[in-house]
Nanobody
Framework: QVQLVESGGGLVQAGGSLRLSCTAS????????MGWYRQAPGKQRELVAL???????NYADSVKGRFTISRDNAKNTVYLQMNSLKSEDTAVYYC????????????????WGQGTQVTVSS
């Protein structure tokens, strides 16, 4: 199995910053794409940012210029630096990772973290 553990959420005032972290563990052979998604109450889960193993990135238009995704391949960890936070950024943020794992044979995986709450007060 592949486990993702997130940390760094919390309550912050509008205009403030938070940094989320997510570390993957388990029978991992490779981690290709890592990303962050979020889900606000009453809304569908949406992509926030993605990063490939070669550090190519993609961001939702709503966070471009404010959020930065990065990763440390040696630590199997992805980060999301969130600056200039707005009330509309309030959501549960989920980490996602996809790659290849070993379970007696090599198979692909698509794993999700348990989510971390980010609340931005206006």
């Amino acid at each position: 199995q592949v486990q993702l553990v997130e940390s760094g959420g919390g309550l912050v005032q509008a205009g403030g910053s938070l940094r989320l972290s997510c570390t993957a563990s388990g029978s991992i052979i490779s981690i290709n794409t890592m990303g962050w998604y979020r889900q606000a109450p009453g809304k569908q889960r949406e992509l926030v940012a993605l990063i490939t193993r070669s550090t190519m990135t993609n961001y939702a238009d709503s966070v471009k210029g404010r959020f930065t995704i990065s990763r440390d391949n040696a630590k199997n960890t992805v980060y999301l630096q969130m600056n200039s936070l707005k009330s509309e950024d309030t959501a549960v943020y989920y980490c996602n990772a996809g790659g290849v794992k070993e379970v007696g044979r090599i198979v692909g995986y698509d794993a999700w973290g348990q989510g971390t709450q980010v609340t931005v007060s206006s």
